[in-house]
């Protein structure tokens, strides 16, 4: 079973930065997809980044330029480097790994960003 524990999260000023981390209970060299989601108060879960196994990235457009998703495949973890926060960016963050072969998802419990104005 998948298991995924997201961490960093916490309360940071407008402006400032903060890294999260995704550990895996499993190897993740295999994995093709890993990515960050995230859930503001009454709002729908949205993509945040993707990476590939291949390197390939993609970001929400109001993440882009400020958040760089990152994945170290021997610590089996994946990352979000979060600069230039803004309150808007709070919520919920989540990690998600994708089985390609079956398309079954998995998800972390998340972890909260809370950014101050």
């Known amino acids: 079973q998948v298991q995924l524990v997201e961490s960093g999260g916490g309360l940071v000023q407008a402006g400032g930065s903060l890294r999260l981390s995704c550990a895996a209970s499993?190897?993740?060299?295999?994995?093709?997809?890993m990515g960050w989601y995230r859930q503001a108060p009454g709002q729908q879960r949205e993509l945040v980044a993707t990476?590939?196994?291949?390197?390939?990235?993609n970001y929400a457009n109001s993440v882009k330029g400020r958040f760089t998703i990152t994945r170290d495949n021997a610590k089996n973890t994946v990352y979000l480097q979060m600069n230039s926060l803004k309150p808007e960016d709070t919520a919920v963050y989540y990690c998600?790994?994708?089985?390609?072969?079956?398309?079954?998802?998995?998800w972390g419990k998340g972890t909260l960003v809370t950014v101050s104005s």
């Open positions: 499993v190897n993740i060299f295999s994995i093709n997809a």
């Open positions: 998600n790994l994708r089985i390609v072969t079956s398309r079954v998802d998995y």
């Open positions: 990476i590939t196994k291949g390197g390939s990235t």
